[in-house]
């Protein structure tokens, strides 16, 4: 067997997150149709492992999956024999042969995601599926002020969604940062950790854009991460403002 990591792009609008699930459109269960296709449709089928989920509406710029194949098909080629099977809201943009230590999901250090606000009164209905839409006016300063308070080690239990999995609620955060961007007007919102739980960078957000607006003091933060209580954080910002924007592997696990 051989394995592939590759690395790709979708829209989220039209799936019903990464993770398959019965009767829905996944990213994960378009991957695993195709694979299997490719592969004669082997008994059992052959699986497509992410480097996480990510929920409905939730768009990635560059995701990573690992699957194993029996046959040996060359990197450039196996990019061409997957896009021209996906559906146009898929595109993968590398493929690389990898030895079978390589997982994508064990093996990821570190995930940047982007969250993406737009302002104004109105909803534009051309951004609506790409960035949420906040009408009320905001500090960014001030919430990037508060971001840094999010930044080391922390139990995050004030900012996971109900129905996670996860076995422990302790991540860290690298980055956090808010800027709004010049070229479109939109306010970014950055975090770098080594694991998100379920709905993190939305609660967060959503904080945040509370603090932005005067809802809540600067350190807030603070207080509700010691809380750890999810009725603390409230809110939980809409998903078609958020990118998995790519994932940091360390070391390359490219063969030579």
């Known amino acids: 067997m051989y394995r592939y990591k590759i690395t790709f792009a979708y829209d989220g609008t039209n799936f019903a997150g990464f993770q398959i699930q019965p009767h829905q459109r996944?990213?994960?269960?378009?991957?695993?149709?195709?694979?299997?296709?490719?592969?004669?449709?082997?008994?059992?089928?052959?699986?497509?492992?992410?480097?996480?989920?990510?929920?409905?509406?939730?768009?990635?710029?560059?995701?990573?999956?690992?699957?194993?194949?029996?046959?040996?098909i060359p990197e450039k080629s196996m990019m061409r024999a997957l896009n021209s099977q996906l559906p146009l809201d898929i595109m993968v943009k590398k493929v690389e042969l990898v030895d079978h230590s390589f997982h994508a999901r064990f093996n990821a250090h570190r995930k940047r995601y982007r969250y993406r606000v737009r302002q104004g009164e109105f909803v534009d209905p051309f951004r609506r599926n790409y960035t949420a839409h906040y009408k009320y006016p905001v500090d960014v300063e001030k919430m990037n002020m508060a971001a840094q308070d999010l930044l080391g080690e922390h139990d995050f239990t004030s900012f996971v969604a109900s129905g996670s999995q996860a076995k422990s609620n302790v991540r860290t955060i690298y980055e956090a940062?808010?800027?709004?961007?010049?070229?479109?007007?939109?306010?970014?919102?950055?975090?770098?950790?080594?694991?998100?739980?379920?709905?993190?960078?939305?609660?967060?957000?959503?904080?945040?854009?509370?603090?932005?607006?005067?809802?809540?003091?600067?350190?807030?933060?603070?207080?509700?991460?010691?809380?750890?209580?999810?009725?603390?954080?409230?809110?939980?910002?809409?998903?078609?403002?958020?990118?998995?924007?790519?994932?940091?592997?360390?070391?390359?696990?490219?063969?030579?």
């Not at 929920?55 to 690992?66: E, F, P, S, Y």
């Not at 009725?231 to 490219?254: F, I």
């Open 177 to 256: 940062k808010v800027w709004r961007e010049e070229s479109s007007g939109e306010i970014c919102f950055d975090f770098v950790g080594n694991g998100f739980l379920y709905n993190q960078v939305r609660i967060m957000v959503a904080l945040l854009l509370e603090i932005g607006n005067g809802q809540r003091p600067i350190a807030d933060v603070k207080r509700v991460i010691a809380a750890k209580d999810r009725q603390e954080a409230r809110m939980t910002a809409p998903a078609e403002g958020l990118y998995l924007v790519n994932v940091d592997y360390g070391e390359s696990q490219e063969k030579d």
């Open 26 to 72: 996944t990213v994960e269960q378009t991957l695993k149709t195709i694979v299997n296709r490719m592969a004669k449709n082997p008994t059992p089928p052959l699986s497509v492992i992410g480097s996480g989920r990510t929920d409905a509406g939730v768009h990635a710029l560059n995701q990573v999956a690992h699957f194993d194949l029996p046959t040996l």
